[in-house]
């Protein structure tokens, strides 16, 4: 059966209009007994499908049934009291009529048919690359088609929480719709996720709970201070060297997000950056070269949410050449003229031994005839240098060499030494002298030589005189030297011996003395008992004299 045309648009609404109007005004509807209904009553359907809508009544004879839709319609079949038509391609909603005539009264029953379609875009528009912390921030999802309208529910989450929810409005015909929510952002929603979802609830309809999420975007949150970053870099830089600057910035929010530049003039120096919770601090070796002299700018940026803290500091950039100190003849002849230089850089005021120059970046100068007294003698000189208020000083020194003959010193080496037989002498007769001269000393009439300046075992060999030289390449000088060595035992035994004659005659003289007074004193004994006796008494009286002990 071929599907009937509809009939243009405004006939068909006229034309229902006209027999809802009939039916409910005629006088048989007044009365009538039998009803006309519509199956399914008010039904949902998915747009672009197909439906079979019934009419039916009990009229014993009903007349004329139809179905008056705007719609494309196909009779699927009829029977005493019904007739059944296919809607195809249902894509809005619409209102459809039954109708008929039952013993000559007309049957009216009308139906809606509801179109459900899910949304064609659920979109969260991009969210800013950084939102700064304490500054709301707008959330909108964008929403293309779906319908109907009245049962769509867009919902706005951070991550799993519902932010707003709120219902779709306007025509799904029409452009997309925008639903929108505002938050304050704070650190916690630094990462944090957030989407928007639909939500089609056909419930009601016996359907269900539709659900179309977006896909997730991330959000990033920071805190940047006012305060401008902490530089501290040195007051001045001399050309080639090395000197480190330092740039830290607290309060920064994530720390481990934000960027360091510092940088030299046009120069960009590569800083070792280390973050430790909300403080950043970054440190760079900075070095100047010749072309960079004179004021610099040392530069400290910390970048972070597109947003930038900046600060500079004053350097002074500076040569220093010197002081440069230079002798005539780092080894002169004695006897000769020795000029001393010293010099240095373009503003650089030298001071040699004492006395300056006379004017900044002029050399200072001096002479001298080179005598023994000056071989390493050391002279010098300092420099001065005023960059940016403060004064530099630099010190440098050279040592002159004297080349001269070789000298004994006599009073070091006498020209007579008395020592004692076998005992430990050191022969001090070293020689001075530039370069540093060989000293020998011989035994005249012998090669017997005595080693100088160390310790060796005297004996009576080296008895006699000595013939001691020192030589170099600057010539020779020559000493005599006596060497008197005396035995250790000679004096003390002829010492020893006269003492013991002395004490011998004495000894002899005392016995002698003794004996002589002994005898004397018998004799003058015996005389006085002879004389008091008769003589015929008289005995001989033996007289014994007694050993001096």
């Given at each position: 059966?071929?599907?009937?045309?509809?009939?243009?648009?405004?006939?068909?609404?006229?034309?229902?209009?006209?027999?809802?109007?009939?039916?409910?005004?005629s006088?048989?509807?007044?009365?009538?007994?039998?009803?006309?209904?519509?199956q399914?009553?008010?039904?949902?359907?998915?747009?672009?499908?197909?439906?079979?809508?019934?009419?039916?009544?009990?009229?014993?004879?009903?007349?004329?049934?139809?179905?008056?839709?705007?719609?494309l319609?196909?009779?699927?079949?009829?029977?005493?009291?019904?007739?059944?038509f296919?809607?195809?391609?249902?894509?809005s909603?619409s209102?459809?009529?039954?109708?008929?005539?039952?013993?000559?009264?007309?049957?009216?029953?009308?139906?809606?048919?509801?179109?459900?379609?899910?949304p064609?875009?659920?979109e969260?528009?991009?969210?800013?690359?950084?939102?700064?912390v304490?500054?709301n921030?707008?959330?909108?999802?964008?929403?293309a088609?779906?319908?109907?309208?009245?049962?769509?529910?867009?919902?706005?989450?951070?991550?799993?929480?519902?932010?707003?929810?709120?219902?779709?409005?306007?025509?799904?015909?029409?452009?997309?719709?925008?639903v929108?929510?505002?938050?304050?952002a704070?650190?916690?929603?630094h990462?944090?996720?957030?989407?928007?979802?639909?939500?089609?609830?056909?419930?009601?309809?016996?359907?269900g709970?539709?659900?179309?999420?977006s896909?997730?975007?991330?959000?990033?949150?920071?805190?940047?201070?006012?305060?401008?970053?902490?530089?501290?870099?040195?007051r001045?830089?001399?050309v080639g060297?090395?000197?480190?600057?330092?740039?830290a910035?607290?309060?920064?929010?994530?720390?481990?997000e934000?960027?360091?530049?510092?940088?030299l003039?046009?120069?960009?120096?590569n800083p070792?950056?280390?973050?430790?919770?909300?403080?950043?601090?970054?440190?760079?070796?900075?070095?100047a070269?010749a072309d960079?002299?004179?004021?610099?700018?040392?530069?400290?940026?910390?970048t972070?949410?597109?947003?930038?803290?900046?600060?500079?500091?004053?350097?002074?950039?500076?040569?220093?050449?010197?002081?440069?100190?230079?002798?005539?003849?780092?080894?002169?002849?004695?006897?000769?003229?020795?000029?001393?230089t010293?010099?240095?850089?373009?503003?650089?005021?030298?001071?040699?031994?004492?006395?300056?120059?006379a004017?900044?970046?002029q050399?200072?100068?001096?002479?001298l005839?080179a005598?023994?007294?000056?071989?390493q003698?050391?002279?010098?000189?300092?420099?001065?240098?005023?960059?940016?208020g403060?004064?530099l000083?630099?010190?440098?020194?050279?040592?002159l060499?004297?080349?001269y003959?070789?000298?004994?010193?006599?009073?070091?080496?006498?020209e007579?030494?008395?020592?004692?037989?076998?005992t430990?002498?050191?022969?001090?007769?070293?020689?001075?002298?530039?370069?540093?001269?060989?000293?020998?000393?011989?035994?005249?009439?012998?090669s017997?030589?005595?080693p100088?300046?160390?310790?060796?075992?005297?004996?009576?060999?080296?008895?006699?005189?000595?013939?001691?030289q020192?030589?170099?390449?600057?010539?020779?000088?020559?000493?005599?030297?006596?060497?008197?060595?005396?035995?250790?035992?000679?004096p003390?035994v002829?010492?020893?011996?006269?003492?013991?004659v002395?004490?011998?005659l004495?000894?002899?003289?005392?016995?002698l003395?003794?004996?002589h007074?002994?005898?004397?004193?018998g004799?003058?004994?015996?005389?006085?008992?002879?004389?008091?006796?008769?003589?015929?008494?008289?005995?001989?009286i033996?007289?014994?004299?007694e050993?001096?002990?």
């Amino acid at each position: 059966m071929v599907p009937s045309r509809p009939l243009p648009g405004t006939c068909r609404t006229l034309l229902l209009f006209l027999l809802l109007v009939c039916g409910l005004l005629s006088p048989g509807s007044q009365g009538q007994e039998f009803a006309l209904r519509v199956q399914p009553q008010n039904p949902v359907l998915h747009a672009g499908g197909s439906l079979v809508v019934n009419c039916s009544t009990e009229c014993p004879d009903p007349k004329l049934l139809t179905l008056e839709t705007s719609l494309l319609k196909e009779p699927v079949g009829d029977g005493p009291g019904w007739v059944a038509f296919k809607l195809s391609n249902v894509t809005s909603d619409s209102r459809v009529l039954c109708a008929g005539f039952c013993n000559g009264s007309q049957m009216i029953s009308p139906s809606n048919i509801t179109v459900y379609r899910f949304p064609d875009q659920v979109e969260l528009a991009p969210l800013p690359p950084w939102q700064p912390v304490g500054k709301n921030l707008t959330l909108r999802c964008q929403v293309a088609g779906g319908a109907p309208r009245s049962q769509l529910t867009v919902v706005l989450l951070r991550g799993q929480e519902e932010l707003s929810r709120e219902q779709a409005a306007g025509e799904p015909t029409k452009a997309e719709v925008e639903v929108t929510a505002t938050v304050l952002a704070g650190r916690s929603d630094h990462g944090a996720s957030f989407s928007c979802r639909t939500e089609l609830d056909l419930r009601p309809q016996g359907l269900g709970l539709f659900e179309n999420t977006s896909a997730p975007r991330q959000l990033r949150t920071f805190v940047l201070p006012v305060t401008l970053p902490h530089l501290v870099v040195p007051r001045s830089l001399e050309v080639g060297t090395l000197r480190q600057v330092t740039c830290a910035l607290d309060g920064v929010f994530p720390s481990s997000e934000a960027e360091v530049q510092l940088a030299l003039g046009e120069q960009m120096l590569n800083p070792a950056v280390t973050r430790s919770r909300d403080r950043l601090s970054a440190t760079a070796t900075v070095t100047a070269l010749a072309d960079q002299e004179g004021p610099q700018d040392i530069v400290c940026n910390v970048t972070l949410g597109g947003e930038t803290r900046e600060s500079r500091q004053n350097l002074t950039v500076f040569s220093f050449l010197g002081p440069i100190l230079n002798l005539s003849e780092s080894s002169a002849p004695e006897g000769s003229i020795v000029t001393v230089t010293c010099m240095a850089g373009a503003r650089v005021h030298v001071f040699l031994e004492g006395f300056a120059a006379a004017a900044p970046g002029q050399p200072a100068q001096l002479q001298l005839n080179a005598t023994e007294i000056d071989d390493q003698r050391s002279f010098f000189c300092s420099a001065m240098l005023k960059v940016d208020g403060e004064v530099l000083n630099r010190n440098t020194s050279v040592q002159l060499r004297v080349l001269y003959g070789p000298k004994i010193d006599r009073a070091k080496c006498p020209e007579r030494l008395k020592w004692k037989d076998k005992t430990n002498q050191v022969l001090q007769c070293q020689a001075r002298g530039n370069p540093a001269p060989q000293v020998h000393c011989w035994q005249e009439g012998s090669s017997l030589e005595v080693p100088v300046g160390t310790p060796f075992f005297v004996n009576l060999k080296y008895q006699g005189t000595y013939r001691c030289q020192a030589a170099s390449s600057r010539g020779t000088y020559t000493l005599k030297v006596v060497m008197d060595v005396q035995g250790r035992n000679r004096p003390f035994v002829t010492i020893f011996m006269a003492v013991l004659v002395i004490v011998g005659l004495v000894t002899v003289a005392v016995a002698l003395k003794y004996v002589h007074g002994v005898k004397r004193r018998g004799i003058y004994k015996v005389k006085q008992e002879n004389a008091s006796l008769p003589l015929t008494s008289v005995q001989p009286i033996e007289t014994v004299a007694e050993e001096p002990s």
